[in-house]
T-cell receptor, first 120, second 112 residues
Framework: QVQIVQSGAEVKKPGASVKVSCKAS????????IHWVRQAPGQRLEWMGW????????KYSQMFQGRVTITRDTSAYTAYLELSSLRSEDTAVYYC?????????????WGKGTTVAVYS | QSVLTQPPSVSGAPGQRVTISCTGS?????????VHWYQQLPGTVPKLLIY???NRPSGVPDRFSGSMSGTSASLAITGLQVEDEADYYC????????????FGGGTKLTVL
């Protein structure tokens, strides 16, 4: 069955970078986009960006432009989110979610989330 | 400030019908981009509830339905059940700011 497994929790200091991974299985990886969505404690869902897993093309939210990089390794069926210049407000659960396709902008399968805590 | 506006909370008694609105603009819902809805039960991962305005993934009861009109969309839940208590988010695509996926602010449904 379709599964998305994310890497474990991270604790980072302000100014550092974090890289979260998202390993997919049970479907053709290159046929579906991967989206990254985060949720700060008690807050709403916030879309960060997506990658077309087939072409590698990316689109980022302007909120994170310049700080976020999404990549993928097709041979490993894995996508990555890297967020730099971390600040305390980046403390959140980061979700990886499969797009219904590379060209449909909704998410049909979600990972369990990776908690990132930023504090000094 | 979310691009899509939802009421912070709604409530209803078991068996009742409730609706959750999602108000957008001419660059998202009004431009014809599809609206999708997610349900997030307490302490869990968001789950796709409605896609493409009014389509239910396999396993989602037909008590849940979506609709659209102009620059707004709505999620209706009939025959409310205690286990429907959750946060609900609408989501669409916005063509402004170079284009991006956008979420509503979320609505907390309380079943009284």
């Amino acid at each position: 069955q379709v599964q998305i497994v994310q890497s474990g929790a991270e604790v980072k200091k302000p100014g550092a970078s974090v890289k979260v991974s998202c390993k997919a299985s049970g479907y053709t990886f290159t046929a579906h986009a991967i989206h990254w969505v985060r949720q700060a404690p008690g807050q709403r869902l916030e879309w960060m960006g997506w990658i077309n897993a087939g072409t590698g093309n990316t689109k980022y939210s302007q909120m994170f432009q310049g700080r976020v990089t999404i990549t993928r390794d097709t041979s490993a069926y894995t996508a990555y989110l890297e967020l730099s210049s971390l600040r305390s407000e980046d403390t959140a659960v980061y979700y990886c979610a499969r797009g219904r396709s590379n060209y449909q902008f909704y998410m049909d399968v979600w990972g369990k989330g990776t908690t990132v805590a930023v504090y000094s | 400030q979310s691009v899509l506006t939802q009421p912070p909370s709604v409530s209803g008694a078991p068996g009742q019908r409730v609706t959750i609105s999602c108000t957008g603009s001419s660059s998202n819902i009004g431009a014809g981009y599809d609206v999708h809805w997610y349900q997030q039960l307490p302490g869990t991962v968001p789950k796709l509830l409605i896609y493409g305005n009014n389509n239910r993934p396999s396993g989602v009861p037909d008590r849940f339905s979506g609709s659209m009109s102009g620059t707004s969309a709505s999620l209706a839940i009939t025959g409310l059940q205690v286990e429907d208590e959750a946060d609900y988010y609408c989501q669409s695509y916005d063509s402004s700011l170079s284009g991006s996926v956008v979420f509503g602010g979320g609505t907390k449904l309380t079943v009284l």
